[in-house]
């Protein structure tokens, strides 16, 4: 199994972002997704999360900003990002619990990071 994140770049202060991340792979179940991010110098910090249902949790700093949502069909989870401001520059991560096969245990995955930039 594997993501593949996808949909950061440069954008002004106000601008807006939609982040992208796909599951690919054979015969597996997702379970919650998220997207975390991690600036220069900080830890990585959860900004949204979603569980197979769609109940969201916000990180408080990205409450009326920013909206996570997912297709379970294609397996992609989002992130609308709106009215970005500089402190949300960072590398954003998607990360997914998935149950590879019906015999493995539920795992953690992690896509590959995307830059996002707002320009102040």
């Known amino acids: 199994v594997q993501l593949q994140a996808s949909g950061g770049g440069l954008v002004q202060a106000g601008g807006s972002l939609r982040l992208y991340c796909a599951a690919s792979g054979d015969r597996f179940s997702i379970y919650n997704m998220a997207w975390y991010r991690q600036a220069p110098g900080k830890q990585r910090e959860l900004v949204a999360q979603?569980?197979?249902?769609?109940?969201?949790d916000y990180a408080d700093s990205v409450k009326g900003r920013f909206t996570i949502s997912r297709d379970n069909a294609k397996n992609t989870v989002y992130l609308q990002m709106n009215s970005l401001k500089p402190e949300d520059n960072a590398v954003y991560y998607c990360?997914?619990?998935?149950?590879?096969?019906?015999?493995?245990?539920?795992?953690?995955?992690w896509g590959q990071g995307t830059q996002v930039t707002v320009s102040s």
């Open positions: 990360n997914a619990f998935i149950r590879p096969d019906i015999r493995l245990p539920l795992t953690s995955f």
């Open positions: 979603i569980t197979s249902g769609g109940i969201t």
